[in-house]
């Protein structure tokens, strides 16, 4: 397969092909897709054993399989959800994608799966215009940290932390941190 390499990158972006994306290839008999609504329940039951995430209603996850399918990606391998990320381009920002909940199923753990998503995610056509991955993660969450960091190496990009979300903002409820890490800008190329 060739590849076609745009022109005009903007001096500080960096490219990256798709086929090229530096995540370990799928298992052989695992899958992603968008979800559909009627992975709404599952989708629920995942977040619920992947603490520290936050477990929203089920109807949060019917939202997010109706309505924002095309930024969220389900993973799993035969019958099994293996993982899942939700995520919206914010409106107004069309270049900028927020991933919101990112869960791997203890047993598929170890493996870039949550690394793997993003980038099946950023390879997506209607995605194509995407040049900063924005997301929130805690201080302590090692995990998670570590996904983002390996994403930002995948695609040459600087990645930066900055405040949005202190515990103060959570009212009553104890939360830790949430500072957003910005990933960008980069570009990723067609392969054609
Ligand atoms: C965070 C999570 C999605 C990672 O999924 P995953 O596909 O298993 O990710 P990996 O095992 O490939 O780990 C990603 C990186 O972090 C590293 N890592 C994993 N666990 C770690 C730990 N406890 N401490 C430090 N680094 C760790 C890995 O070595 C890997 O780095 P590498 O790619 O350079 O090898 C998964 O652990 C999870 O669902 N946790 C619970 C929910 C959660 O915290 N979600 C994120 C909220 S922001």
């Given at each position: 397969m060739?590849e076609?390499?745009?022109t005009?990158?903007?001096?500080?972006?960096?490219?990256?092909?798709?086929?090229?994306?530096?995540?370990?290839?799928?298992?052989?008999?695992?899958?992603?897709?968008p979800?559909?609504k009627t992975?709404?329940?599952?989708i629920?039951?995942?977040?619920a054993?992947?603490?520290?995430?936050?477990?929203?209603?089920?109807?949060?996850?019917?939202?997010?399989s109706?309505?924002?399918s095309g930024?969220?990606?389900?993973?799993?391998?035969?019958?099994?959800?293996?993982?899942?990320?939700?995520?919206y381009?914010p409106?107004?920002?069309?270049d900028?994608?927020?991933?919101?909940?990112?869960?791997?199923?203890a047993?598929?753990?170890?493996?870039r799966?949550?690394?793997?998503m993003?980038?099946?995610?950023l390879?997506?056509?209607?995605?194509?215009g995407?040049?900063?991955?924005?997301?929130?993660?805690?201080?302590?969450?090692?995990a998670?940290?570590?996904?983002?960091a390996?994403?930002?190496?995948d695609?040459g990009?600087?990645?930066?932390?900055?405040?949005?979300?202190p515990?103060c903002?959570f009212?009553?409820?104890?939360?830790?941190?949430?500072?957003?890490l910005?990933?960008?800008?980069f570009?990723?190329?067609?392969?054609?």
């Amino acid at each position: 397969m060739s590849e076609c390499v745009e022109t005009s990158l903007a001096e500080t972006e960096t490219a990256v092909f798709r086929s090229q994306d530096g995540s370990h290839p799928p298992d052989a008999s695992g899958w992603m897709r968008p979800p559909l609504k009627t992975d709404a329940a599952a989708i629920h039951r995942l977040i619920a054993d992947c603490p520290p995430l936050d477990l929203n209603s089920v109807y949060t996850y019917l939202l997010l399989s109706e309505h924002f399918s095309g930024t969220c990606v389900l993973a799993g391998s035969g019958d099994a959800i293996e993982g899942f990320i939700s995520g919206y381009v914010p409106p107004g920002r069309p270049d900028v994608l927020f991933v919101w909940q990112v869960a791997v199923d203890a047993r598929a753990r170890g493996k870039r799966l949550a690394r793997r998503m993003l980038h099946a995610l950023l390879r997506r056509p209607a995605l194509s215009g995407i040049r900063y991955v924005e997301t929130t993660v805690g201080p302590a969450n090692l995990a998670s940290r570590g996904v983002f960091a390996g994403l930002a190496q995948d695609l040459g990009a600087p990645l930066r932390e900055q405040i949005l979300f202190p515990p103060c903002l959570f009212g009553a409820q104890h939360h830790e941190d949430e500072p957003l890490l910005r990933i960008g800008p980069f570009r990723i190329l067609k392969a054609c």
